[in-house]
């Protein structure tokens, strides 16, 4: 059953349009994040279906009421029944948070069990009595989801709310959100810029470009069979590499890695044969250290059976695993392939590695 659904929605401000028609459905008790570069339209679409903008034509329908289009009129943001989470959550610093998560309640429930039991739920029992200045960031975003769970609404709208926390509390209290919608049974929209906690929270995820939506998807799906070239460099490290496919394989994929075999026809763009775009995910690469005598040999690197010589231009270690950048070997000017590998040595620049391909692969006519 559907929680939300917007259709051919169109936003523009004076001669700048923002939304050119676009169309989503969120289904109820979903986690659903609107992820995209800055200007694409995410916080325009929030602030539509929470009401603080009217849209200049199409229509948003939440639950079994049409809330803005032609011949629904225009349902004001107190009458949605929608929670909203803002970037830093905009707590009235002379409320206490117990005042502050009760707000948006009827005067007589506000002292009520209702609070408590939302600030229990968002694990900040008996802090009612403090003042935001007296909470963290992070604690302070628990308390703006607690009062957007409030009123019981139907939808919860997640302005960026992690964006000016630190790494290790971002991923603290994004784990708590979620772990909290859900138990809850809120249907949740998500707007972010961040690829990773798109893809780490959510049931689905709709990409905007260009003011519609270009793939909305699970997250998995989106990462490994995105809609074209331009998504899969969006999301997430890819090696876009030209490639063919040869007559007679249309199976196959021949590239500067060697012969890869393409995902099966269900899960991926038809082709044909002749030139493609092939994504290649770094995680898709092993690499093998060279040992070469160039005095014996020659400069010339050796050829490397189902792969490609070349040598690291850097190597970014995180720890649990490291990025490698390798030029491949006789192309200056080429592009760099990028490997992702597990956390150990450092590989040094200069070093000469094999780079070989595991796994199918998606491709794009070119």
């Avoid at 989503?24 to 979903?30: I, K, T």
């Avoid at 929030?46 to 199409?58: C, P, T």
């Avoid at 709208?157 to 909290?180: K, T």
């Avoid at 690291?312 to 490698?324: I, K, L, Q, R, S």
Wanted: proline residues 9%.
């Amino acid at each position: 059953m559907r929680q939300l659904a917007v259709l051919g929605l169109h936003k523009a401000f004076g001669s700048h349009p923002v939304l050119a028609g676009l169309d989503l459905e969120v289904p109820a008790g979903s986690f659903t994040a609107i992820l995209g570069p800055s200007g694409s339209g995410k916080t325009t679409l929030l602030r539509l279906l929470a009401g603080f903008e009217r849209a200049d034509a199409g229509t948003i329908t939440i639950g079994d009421r049409a809330v803005d289009g032609p011949g629904a009129g225009y349902l004001p943001p107190e009458r949605r029944q929608i929670g909203y989470v803002p970037q830093e959550g905009a707590l009235f610093p002379h409320l206490t948070v117990a005042a502050n998560v009760g707000f948006g309640l009827p005067a007589r429930q506000r002292r009520g069990p209702r609070t408590a039991e939302l600030l229990e739920s968002v694990g900040l029992a008996g802090m009612g009595s403090r003042y935001p200045h007296q909470l963290s960031g992070g604690q302070q975003q628990r308390v703006a989801l607690a009062r957007a769970l409030a009123i019981r609404p139907e939808v919860v709208l997640l302005d960026e709310p992690f964006a000016a926390l630190d790494a290790h509390m971002r991923a603290s209290v994004r784990a708590d959100v979620q772990r909290i919608c859900q138990s809850a049974g809120t249907t949740a929209i998500l707007v972010t810029h961040d690829q990773d906690e798109a893809l780490s929270m959510s049931d689905r995820v709709a990409v905007l470009r260009d003011g519609r939506i270009v793939q909305y998807d699970a997250p998995q799906d989106l990462y490994q069979r995105p809609a074209d070239p331009a998504l899969a460099t969006f999301i997430g490290d890819a090696n876009l590499l030209p490639g063919s496919v040869p007559d007679g394989a249309p199976a196959a994929v021949d590239t500067v890695l060697g012969r890869l075999t393409l995902a099966p026809e269900a899960s991926r763009p038809a082709t044909g044969s002749g030139p493609v775009t092939v994504l290649v995910r770094p995680e898709q690469l092993d690499l093998e250290p060279l040992q070469w005598a160039e005095a014996v040999a020659g400069p010339a690197a050796p050829p490397v059976l189902g792969g490609l010589a070349g040598h690291v231009v850097a190597c970014e270690y995180y720890g649990h695993d490291a990025v490698v950048r390798v030029r491949p070997e006789g192309e200056p000017a080429g592009p760099e392939i990028i490997v992702r590998i597990a956390g150990g040595p450092q590989l040094p620049a200069g070093a000469l590695v094999a780079v070989r391909a595991r796994g199918p692969v998606l491709a794009w006519p070119r």
